[in-house]
């Protein structure tokens, strides 16, 4: 039994997958060993299965139905520092060792959220 425990917790953090979802599909990624620290906030760095390394800040960015609906579900989750980027979009910044990847999982399976993503870092393009 001491030798099964090990290997039990060896299998699941091999197999342990981290994704989002995007427009309703579950995105894989791979995590790379690069991170960074920019103005004061951790920025670990993922690829996808298209070869495009992405940057994810600690945060989580979603959407919520009804606003004043989500108050209790932020509870919840322990989730206390809220930006409101528009009327119903919020920035949402999570503690230090808190997984915005999980945490946006947990989101976006509630029924209340109409999106939730980790707060990814993308490139500015011209139109």
């Given at each position: 039994m ?5 290997i ?25 060993k ?12 993922y ?14 960015i ?55 993503h ?10």
């Amino acid at each position: 039994m001491k030798i099964l425990i090990p290997i039990m917790l060896l299998c699941s953090t091999l197999w342990s997958e981290t994704y989002y979802y995007e427009y309703g599909k579950k995105v894989k990624l791979t995590k790379l060993k690069e991170t960074r620290v920019v103005n004061d906030q951790n920025i670990s760095y993922y690829q996808n299965s298209a070869g495009q390394n992405i940057g994810v800040k600690n945060a989580v960015i979603t959407k919520c139905k009804q606003l004043d609906q989500c108050t209790a579900l932020f509870e919840k989750y322990n989730l206390t520092q809220i930006q409101n980027l528009t009327k119903k979009i919020l920035l949402i910044k999570l503690d230090k060792g808190v997984d915005p990847f999980e945490i946006s999982q947990k989101l976006a399976l509630e029924d209340k959220i109409e999106f939730a993503h980790p707060n990814f870092i993308k490139k500015r393009q011209k139109r």
